[in-house]
């Protein structure tokens, strides 16, 4: 694969989540990356695994809830059960956008949904959400006037600064109207020692994206604060409304001295 703006030899934080999920779309250097991080984190693959099957759950709860607009930040490289194949599945008429700025995920996005015309891939960076709010494609897919579900999925502990993670996610809360949602899913450092943690963020800050930050639950809930947030709370990701009969690989809750991922879904009242 040869792609402008791609180096192979810089690992990905999405293709290092693409090796973890059992995918092939990554490079020696991610793989590496990524049983490094497995000697540090040794359940990181099945976080990777419990985060993919809560955007499932949390994506079937806001239809159920009647939302048909999604707006999927730091979408990742494609796989099994993406947004749009929930949503559409269960409501034919939702409309998707996936958001990104790795050029391989962006590639690999469009040429997926090249034929689905309820998405869209827009090229934007969290970091700017005013831009990324106001991309003309973004605004031509999406009507702001009514509900949005937006999922901010494994992507904010790689803002490391918190006044910069707070900050983001209450310019994206800004124009959401009354009965969208907020859902959000975010590592947590368990007890894990401080050795271990700084290796963590050592080899991630050997990626793209530059460091990775593991935050508590009062972080979490603060960025919540006004919103309504359903149950079951702030939780691992495997302890938010399991559905055995859709889960294609249902684990125990983990113990919360591991380092895991806390999942979250919020309602704007």
Do not use: C
């Not at 949904?113 to 031509?140: E, K, S, Y």
């Amino acid at each position: 694969m040869d792609l402008p703006g791609v180096d192979p030899t810089v690992p990905s934080a999405a293709r290092i989540y693409d090796y973890l999920l059992g995918g092939k779309d990554h490079f020696a250097a991610d793989r590496q990356a990524a049983e490094a991080v497995l000697q540090s984190v040794p359940n990181a693959r099945q976080s990777a695994r419990a985060n993919r099957a809560f955007l499932s759950r949390a994506v079937r709860a806001l239809v159920e809830a009647g939302v048909r607009q999604f707006l999927d930040i730091g979408a990742g490289l494609p796989t099994q059960e993406n947004v749009h194949q929930v949503a559409q599945r269960a409501a034919p008429n939702s409309r998707v956008v996936y958001v990104d700025n790795d050029p391989v995920v962006l590639v690999h996005a469009r040429a997926l949904l090249a034929d689905n015309p309820g998405t869209v891939v827009v090229p934007a960076d969290i970091r700017d959400p005013a831009a990324l709010l106001g991309h003309p494609m973004l605004r031509d897919h999406l009507d702001f006037t009514q509900p949005v579900g937006v999922l901010l999925l494994a992507v904010l502990h790689f803002i490391p600064d918190d006044e910069e993670a707070a900050r983001i996610v209450a310019e994206l809360r800004h124009p959401l109207v009354s009965g969208s949602y907020v859902a959000i899913s975010h590592g947590h450092p368990g007890e894990l020692s401080g050795d271990l943690a700084e290796k963590g963020r050592e080899l991630y800050g050997r990626t793209r994206q530059g460091a990775v930050v593991g935050r508590t639950r009062a972080d979490m809930a603060a960025w919540l604060e006004g919103l309504e947030l359903l149950d079951p709370g702030i939780v691992p990701l495997q302890g938010w409304r399991p559905e055995e009969d859709f889960d294609p690989l249902p684990d125990p809750l983990p113990d919360p001295a591991e380092p895991g991922v806390f999942g979250m879904v919020a309602r704007v009242p």
